[in-house]
């Protein structure tokens, strides 16, 4: 009985692959030119596979907690990877997607709440954290792969544009949530090894820090220096500035171009 509760609490929800299924079938409609639309098709295509990278996300974090001592992870559904079953679904999922059509930026979002009394060892704490802007990492290696590996040829513009818009994000969350701000996973890798004085200080300030993140982005000089370092991230992985840019352009579908990336489109 209780290794099929195991079972289910793991198998993977039908909202998951739903949302796998549309980033499927909209990226084959963007690789083929099948959609009458290719703005439409990109946008579909890349908000859906954002959304899946939200859920590796957060499924990271929790399997992580898992093997590392905490078992409630999976009765709260974490291991489902069902967006709906996240502690903070509107900061897990709704709130970055909203920063993505609106900005164009892979802000990170809220975490699973573990159950970090369950857990011994701090390296266990740091890497529980660390697990989920890894899962970034590695989904925009994958995203990368084709530019990296020189493996272009063949790949129709509009496709190879939406992939490097949607490494993009992946960098930019990645690096968003690595910083050692509070509330974000960043702070969780280094808060065990920090006194239970500083914790205590810091913890207040948990609710606010993607907040902060926000407002310093507004900042020119910091928005500058932080797509800086997106891009030069980028550019070690073989994705130019200008195919970034170019699946912006179409991810942006009911903007006017600025014909830039009309012609290859």
């Given at each position: 009985?209780?290794?099929?509760g195991s079972?289910?609490?793991?198998?993977?929800s039908s909202?998951f692959?739903?949302i796998?299924?549309i980033m499927v079938?909209?990226?084959?409609a963007?690789?083929?030119?099948?959609s009458?639309s290719?703005?439409l098709?990109?946008?579909l295509?890349v908000t859906?596979?954002?959304?899946?990278?939200l859920?590796?996300?957060e499924?990271?974090?929790?399997?992580?907690a898992?093997?590392?001592?905490d078992l409630?992870?999976?009765?709260k559904?974490?291991?489902t990877l069902?967006?709906?079953?996240?502690?903070?679904?509107?900061?897990s999922?709704?709130?970055?997607v909203?920063f993505?059509?609106l900005?164009?930026?892979g802000l990170p979002?809220?975490?699973?709440?573990?159950e970090h009394?369950?857990?011994?060892?701090r390296?266990k704490?740091?890497l529980i954290?660390?697990?989920?802007p890894?899962?970034?990492v590695a989904?925009a290696?994958?995203?990368?792969?084709?530019?990296?590996l020189?493996a272009?040829d063949?790949?129709?513009?509009?496709f190879?544009?939406?992939?490097?818009?949607?490494?993009f994000l992946?960098?930019?969350a990645?690096i968003?949530?690595f910083?050692p701000?509070?509330?974000?996973?960043?702070y969780?890798v280094?808060?065990?090894?920090?006194?239970?004085r500083?914790r205590?200080?810091v913890?207040?300030l948990?609710?606010y820090?993607?907040?902060?993140?926000?407002?310093?982005?507004w900042?020119?000089g910091v928005?500058?220096?932080f797509?800086?370092?997106?891009?030069?991230?980028?550019?070690g992985l073989g994705v130019?500035?200008?195919d970034r840019?170019?699946g912006?352009?179409?991810?942006?579908?009911w903007q006017e171009s600025d014909g830039?990336c009309?012609?290859q489109?």
């Amino acid at each position: 009985m209780g290794h099929q509760g195991s079972r289910s609490e793991r198998r993977i929800s039908s909202v998951f692959i739903g949302i796998v299924a549309i980033m499927v079938v909209t990226g084959w409609a963007v690789w083929t030119g099948y959609s009458t639309s290719t703005g439409l098709a990109v946008f579909l295509a890349v908000t859906s596979a954002w959304i899946v990278s939200l859920c590796l996300h957060e499924y990271a974090h929790a399997r992580t907690a898992l093997h590392s001592g905490d078992l409630s992870v999976g009765s709260k559904g974490y291991l489902t990877l069902n967006p709906l079953k996240y502690t903070h679904w509107l900061l897990s999922i709704v709130l970055p997607v909203v920063f993505v059509i609106l900005g164009g930026l892979g802000l990170p979002g809220g975490a699973v709440y573990i159950e970090h009394g369950r857990i011994q060892g701090r390296w266990k704490h740091s890497l529980i954290s660390a697990a989920g802007p890894l899962a970034n990492v590695a989904f925009a290696v994958v995203c990368t792969a084709p530019f990296w590996l020189d493996a272009l040829d063949g790949v129709p513009m509009p496709f190879r544009f939406a992939l490097a818009f949607l490494a993009f994000l992946q960098v930019s969350a990645a690096i968003l949530n690595f910083l050692p701000v509070p509330g974000l996973d960043g702070y969780g890798v280094i808060e065990p090894w920090l006194s239970y004085r500083v914790r205590r200080e810091v913890e207040p300030l948990a609710p606010y820090g993607l907040i902060g993140i926000f407002v310093l982005l507004w900042i020119p000089g910091v928005n500058a220096v932080f797509f800086d370092v997106v891009q030069g991230v980028l550019s070690g992985l073989g994705v130019s500035e200008l195919d970034r840019w170019c699946g912006l352009d179409l991810y942006r579908f009911w903007q006017e171009s600025d014909g830039v990336c009309a012609v290859q489109d």
